[in-house]
């Protein structure tokens, strides 16, 4: 059964860390993932300035991955969440990343397109 390793990155603005649950599903271009809930035991995920990794195994091939979806579900009392990115190591060892950089306010679901970009470089002046 093919295994992703997820890394889910916290904002560390103040109060960006959640204790609200949070799943993953995987949209690939051959199927889609069951929802995995994202949770280490004894473990306080998602705290802000944090870094966490998770394994999601999946039951059959997903093809070349397009979409991550997260949704968050209410834990005790709404607790609002700044989601920095997902990175995603494919079972290939090819990683994906899907920057976020917002907050996820309320109960719902987040869908989450690959994002790949280009530093730009300053233009240099043109020798006359």
Sequence with gaps: MPSYTVTVA???QWFAGTDDYIYLSLV???GCSEKHLLDKPFYNDFERGAVDSYDA????ELGEIQ???IEKRKYWLHDDWYLKYI???TP???YIEFPCYRWITGDGEVVLREGCGE???PLLPQAS
């Design 87 to 89: 990175t995603l190591k």
């Design 67 to 69: 979409l991550v979806k």
């Design 57 to 60: 195994t999946v039951d059959e």
């Design 28 to 30: 690939g271009s051959a």
């Design 92 to 94: 290939h060892g090819d």
């Design 10 to 12: 916290t904002g560390s």
């Design 119 to 121: 530093r730009l470089r």
